[in-house]
């Protein structure tokens, strides 16, 4: 059983910068691979970033390369997601998620086993 616990989340003017953290408690976090994501109003839920266990691999979404990224400290037993060149259209709930290190991708939002409650990223113009 793992729980996560997301934070960081906040108002912050375009081009701005924000770091979210999740943390993560059961000692099996390293064994997970870990995965951000986000959900706009009326929109669905899309992912963000991941990152394998041994923090070697990590996977963006083509609209957040060069801007966002995802890494893990498994001796505090938590991942970040530092966001640089904040967009309006970033505006979302962010979760961060544990999946299995073995599969295959770490896009697919319904592989993953454990989820955070999120945490509200506001991006003003």
């Known amino acids: 059983q793992v729980q996560l616990v997301e934070s960081g989340g906040g108002l912050v003017q375009a081009g701005g910068s924000l770091r979210l953290s999740c943390a993560a408690s059961g000692r099996t976090f390293s064994s997970y691979a870990m995965g951000w994501f986000r959900q706009a109003p009326g929109k669905e839920r899309e992912f963000v970033a991941a990152i394998r266990r041994s923090g070697g691999s990590t996977f963006y979404a083509d609209f957040v390369k060069g801007r966002f990224t995802i890494s893990r400290d498994s001796a505090r037993n938590t991942v970040y997601l530092q966001m640089n060149s904040l967009k309006p259209e970033d505006t979302a709930v962010y979760y961060c998620?544990?999946?299995?290190?073995?599969?295959?991708?770490?896009?697919?939002?319904?592989?993953?086993?454990?989820w955070g409650q999120g945490t509200q990223v506001t991006v003003s113009s």
């Open positions: 998620a544990a999946a299995p290190n073995s599969i295959a991708t770490l896009r697919d939002s319904s592989l993953y086993d454990y």
